[in-house]
C-alpha cells in the first residue's frame, strides 16, 4: 500500500517529527531534516525564519511512501499556511508582531501548558515580561527552551534540569540571555498560537507549569 495515515502531535520538534517519519517507512530522518533546511521550500511558502521549526502543522496526514520528503513537508507547510487565517495575519498587525515571534511564543506555550484553560494564562505571562520595564523580568525563564537546546545537542529529552543547564551559553537559554529564544522550540498546534495572538490580560510574571 502507498498511502499511509500519520499523525504528528502537537508540540513535536523536527527532529521528532523526522523519527517518526523514518519509523513509519516514509523516508530517512536524516533526509527529511535536511529537506527542512532547504530555503527555497520556506520562501516558497512565504516563511521568512532560518528554520522550518514551528511551521511544520501538528494533525493527521495521508502521505505516499513513494514520494520524497520534500512533498510530505510541502503538505504540512500548506496546512499551516491555512489554517493561519487572515484574522490571524491582521492580529499580528494589531500587536505588532512578526508571524515568527508568535509562533516562537506559541510554541513555548505549547510545551509549558499541561491543559488547554492554562494557554491563555501562559501568554500572558510571557507578553508581560517581554513588556515590562523591569529589566530582571524580560528574561522568561523557561526550562522548556533549555530543555530544546539540550535535545538537539544530545538528541535525549531531559526532563529535569539541573541548575548548570541553565548556565549553557544558548540563544535558547531564556535564563541567559532575554527576550524570546532564537527560534521556535517545537511545532505548536492551532489552540497554542491562538493563545500566542490572544493573551489574557492579567498582572502575572509567573505561573508554575
Do not use: W
Not at 53 to 58: H, R, T, V
Not at 143 to 162: F, G, R
Amino acid at each position: 500500500v502507498r498511502l499511509h495515515r500519520l499523525t504528528i502531535p502537537e508540540g513535536y520538534t523536527i527532529d521528532q517529527i523526522a523519527e517518526v517519519v523514518e519509523k513509519e517507512g516514509l523516508g530517512s530522518a536524516a533526509a527529511f531534516k535536511a529537506a527542512t533546511r532547504n530555503r527555497d521550500t520556506a520562501r516558497a511558502h512565504g516563511i521568512a525564519a532560518a528554520s522550518l521549526e514551528g511551521y511544520l502543522f501538528p494533525d493527521t496526514y495521508i502521505f505516499d511512501k513513494t514520494k520524497p520528503e520534500e512533498e510530505a513537508i510541502d503538505k504540512m507547510l500548506q496546512n499551516f499556511e491555512n489554517k493561519f487565517k487572515d484574522a490571524y495575519k491582521d492580529r499580528l498587525e494589531v500587536l505588532g508582531m512578526t508571524m515568527d515571534e508568535i509562533i516562537i511564543i506559541a510554541s513555548l506555550i505549547e510545551r509549558e501548558a499541561q491543559v488547554d484553560d492554562e494557554r491563555d494564562v501562559i501568554s500572558g505571562v510571557i507578553y508581560n515580561r517581554l513588556n515590562s520595564s523591569d529589566a530582571s523580568l524580560n528574561y522568561l525563564q523557561i526550562d522548556a527552551t533549555i530543555q530544546y537546546y539540550l535535545l538537539n545537542e544530545t538528541c535525549e529529552v531531559k526532563e529535569e534540569l539541573l541548575t548548570e543547564d541553565t548556565l549553557v551559553d544558548s540563544p535558547y537559554n531564556t535564563y541567559k540571555y532575554p527576550g524570546l529564544p532564537r527560534g521556535p522550540i517545537c511545532n505548536p498546534g492551532e489552540k497554542s498560537i491562538i493563545a500566542a495572538l490572544y493573551p489574557d490580560t492579567h498582572n502575572y510574571y509567573y505561573y508554575v507549569a
